[in-house]
C-alpha cells in the first residue's frame, strides 16, 4: 500500500481528501491543488527525461520528488469529454510521439529468417490450439453452452489465421523490409492518459523502443469494442503514413485471436467466448473492408 500520508506530510501537503484509482492516489489539497502519488517507475526518469526534452516532446507529467517507494507528480482536473473524444486525443498525443521518436530498421536476411520464424510459430501456436480443443469438443458426450458456441464460430478463427499466415508471407517474400522503430507507451489506455488543461501520458513504466504499430496493436485488441476504434486508427495512420510493410504488419498481428482457456463457470466462460468472437468478426470485417480498398486503389 503507498503511504500517500507520509509523502504528502514530507512534501508539506495538506490533504483535503483522496481518491483511488487501481494503484494510483489523487491527492486534493487544502489549497485546491491536485497530486498523483504512485509507485515508483521502472525506468530511469532522468534518462527519460532527457530524451524527451531532446526530440521535443513534452505530453507527459513531469516529477516533483520521490518519497521512498512511491512518486509525486502534479495533476489536474480533466475535461468532460466522451471516451472516443478523449481517445482521439490521446491518439494524436502518441503521433506526436511517434513522429518524433522514430527511425529506421533495414533487415538483413537473418533478421528477416528470425521475424518469420518468430511469428510463423506464434500463428501456428493459436491453430494448433483450436484444432486439437476442436476435436475434444467434438469428443465430449455433453458439449456445454461455451465449447459449443466455439464449436459453430471456430472456422471464422481459422480464416483470421489463414489472413496472418497470408500477411506474414507477404512480408517475407519483399525483398526490402524496413520497419520503423519509435518509442512505445507501453500502456496505451484511456487510465493512463490525462486530458485537461493539458494533454500527457501519466505513466511510462512499460515504455520500451520496438516496431511502431506495437502500440497501435494493444489499443485496438483493447478497444475494438469500446468506441469507433477504426476511425481512431485511421486519424493516426492520416498523420503516421503507415508504410506498406508495417500496415501488413499491423494486419498481421490483429488477425491472431486469444488463445481461450476455459477455467471459470460455464456462464463466464460463455460471455468470454462470445467476446473472443465479437473480436474475430469485427476483426474479419476490417481486414476484408482494407483489402477492398486497396484493390481499387491499385
Known amino acids: 500500500?503507498?503511504?500517500?500520508?507520509?509523502?504528502?506530510?514530507?512534501?508539506?501537503?495538506?490533504?483535503?481528501?483522496?481518491?483511488?484509482?487501481?494503484?494510483?492516489?489523487?491527492?486534493?489539497?487544502?489549497?485546491?491543488?491536485?497530486?498523483?502519488?504512485?509507485?515508483?517507475?521502472?525506468?530511469?526518469?532522468?534518462?527519460?527525461?532527457?530524451?524527451?526534452?531532446?526530440?521535443?516532446?513534452?505530453?507527459?507529467?513531469?516529477?516533483?520528488?520521490?518519497?521512498?517507494?512511491?512518486?509525486?507528480?502534479?495533476?489536474?482536473?480533466?475535461?468532460?469529454?466522451?471516451?472516443?473524444?478523449?481517445?482521439?486525443?490521446?491518439?494524436?498525443?502518441?503521433?506526436?510521439?511517434?513522429?518524433?521518436?522514430?527511425?529506421?530498421?533495414?533487415?538483413?536476411?537473418?533478421?528477416?529468417?528470425?521475424?518469420?520464424?518468430?511469428?510463423?510459430?506464434?500463428?501456428?501456436?493459436?491453430?494448433?490450439?483450436?484444432?486439437?480443443?476442436?476435436?475434444?469438443?467434438?469428443?465430449?458426450?455433453?458439449?456445454a453452452p461455451p465449447y459449443y458456441l466455439l464449436l459453430n464460430n471456430v472456422s471464422k478463427f481459422y480464416k483470421l489465421l489463414h489472413i496472418a499466415y497470408d500477411k506474414l508471407n507477404y512480408i517475407n517474400n519483399l525483398e526490402i523490409i524496413r520497419i520503423r522503430e519509435v518509442l512505445l507507451v507501453g500502456d496505451l489506455s484511456l487510465n493512463n492518459f490525462l486530458y485537461g488543461k493539458d494533454k500527457s501520458f501519466i505513466s511510462f513504466d512499460n515504455c520500451e523502443k520496438d516496431y511502431i504499430i506495437f502500440?497501435?496493436?494493444?489499443?485496438?485488441?483493447?478497444?475494438?469494442?469500446?468506441?469507433?476504434?477504426?476511425?481512431?486508427?485511421?486519424i493516426y495512420n492520416s498523420h503516421i503514413h503507415l508504410s506498406d510493410v508495417e500496415f501488413n504488419f499491423f494486419i498481421l498481428l490483429i488477425a491472431i485471436p486469444n488463445i481461450l482457456k476455459f477455467n471459470k463457470s460455464n456462464f463466464d466462460n460463455t460471455i468470454l467466448v462470445r467476446k473472443e468472437i465479437n473480436y474475430v468478426d469485427k476483426t474479419l470485417k476490417y481486414i476484408l473492408e482494407k483489402d477492398k480498398e486497396n484493390q481499387k486503389t491499385n
Do not use: R, T
Open 215 to 234: 502500440d497501435l496493436v494493444s489499443f485496438y485488441k483493447e478497444n475494438y469494442c469500446n468506441f469507433d476504434c477504426i476511425s481512431l486508427i485511421d
Open 1 to 143: 500500500m503507498i503511504n500517500y500520508y507520509k509523502c504528502c506530510h514530507d512534501n508539506n501537503i495538506d490533504i483535503d481528501k483522496i481518491k483511488i484509482i487501481g494503484l494510483w492516489i489523487i491527492v486534493y489539497s487544502n489549497d485546491y491543488k491536485m497530486y498523483l502519488i504512485k509507485k515508483c517507475s521502472k525506468c530511469n526518469l532522468n534518462d527519460l527525461y532527457s530524451y524527451f526534452d531532446g526530440i521535443g516532446f513534452d505530453s507527459y507529467i513531469k516529477l516533483i520528488n520521490i518519497c521512498g517507494e512511491c512518486e509525486l507528480y502534479p495533476f489536474y482536473e480533466e475535461i468532460n469529454i466522451d471516451n472516443y473524444g478523449k481517445a482521439k486525443e490521446m491518439i494524436l498525443s502518441l503521433v506526436d510521439l511517434h513522429k518524433k521518436s522514430y527511425s529506421f530498421i533495414d533487415f538483413d536476411n537473418e533478421m528477416k529468417s528470425n521475424f518469420y520464424n518468430y511469428y510463423k510459430e506464434k500463428i501456428e501456436q493459436v491453430m494448433n490450439y483450436y484444432l486439437k480443443l476442436q476435436d475434444d469438443i467434438e469428443e465430449m458426450d455433453f458439449i
